[in-house]
């Protein structure tokens, strides 16, 4: 079955310390991935998005996520989290059979310690 | 160019009664995808509509129903409600139903008493 996996629901960090947020995927096809931020009562920001070729992917507010396909892993790391980053953060896989739709992970939520 | 917007921003309905909400899609954008967030969960998917017609459906049951108008804004109505639906629902765009990226609008708050 399509699913992905959040290991870590709550995170708490130090700020300026580094993060890293796990995500784990099961999807038998090329997996399209994804990661978004959540500041509460707000919608999806979208962080970054793997499709192919590089497994190291830069994206906004300082974030870069790696692929590895040989673990089914796409973490999101940051290496100086600010204050400002405390969120919630969803990994999403889109599916690229039958209907293309997206199946979200159930969130990492992130408290920065000041 | 417009991204996609939903409205209304928040909603107060009460057990039993029907809502509609509304999305319009990015320009450009033939393909409008549902997604219901429950709090503390990740969004999960209810439908999408792809040129005016049904292209999927996520497990929800049949009082939650949609529909894609010709300028492929839509709507996602819910009857009969219940408790538990109280929560986020996202809507998405994306260029056409083979594409792999979708565009999220704001969400619209529901809150069923």
């Known amino acids: 079955a399509q699913s992905v996996t959040q290991p870590d629901i709550h995170i708490t960090v130090s700020e300026g310390a580094s993060l890293e947020l796990r995500c784990n995927y099961s999807?038998?096809?090329?997996?399209?991935l994804f990661w978004y931020v959540q500041s509460p009562g707000q919608g999806l920001q979208l962080l970054l998005k793997y499709f192919s070729g590089d497994t190291l992917v830069q994206g906004i507010k300082g974030f870069e996520a790696e692929f590895k396909r040989s673990q089914s892993s796409f973490n999101l790391r940051k290496p100086s989290v600010h204050w400002s980053d405390a969120a919630e953060y969803f990994c999403a896989v889109a599916t690229t059979s039958g209907t293309y739709k997206y199946i979200f992970g159930t969130g990492t939520r992130l408290k920065v310690l000041a | 160019e417009t991204g996609v917007t939903q409205s209304p921003t928040h909603l107060i309905k009460t057990r039993g009664q029907q809502v509609t909400l509304r999305c319009s899609s990015q320009?450009?954008?033939?393909?409008v995808s549902w997604y219901q967030q429950a709090l503390g969960q990740g969004p999960q998917f209810i439908f999408q509509?792809?040129?005016?017609?049904?292209?999927g459906r996520g497990n929800f049951p049949p009082r939650f129903s949609g529909l894609q108008f010709p300028n492929y804004s839509s709507e996602l109505n819910v009857n009969a409600l219940e408790l538990d639906d109280s929560a986020l629902y996202l809507c998405?765009?994306?260029?056409?139903?083979?594409?792999?990226?979708?565009?999220f609008g704001p969400g619209t708050r529901l809150t069923v008493t």
């Open positions: 998405a765009s994306s260029l056409s139903k083979g594409a792999y990226e979708q565009y």
């Open positions: 999807y038998g096809a090329t997996p399209y």
């Open positions: 509509y792809y040129r005016e017609e049904e292209n």
């Open positions: 320009s450009g954008h033939n393909t």
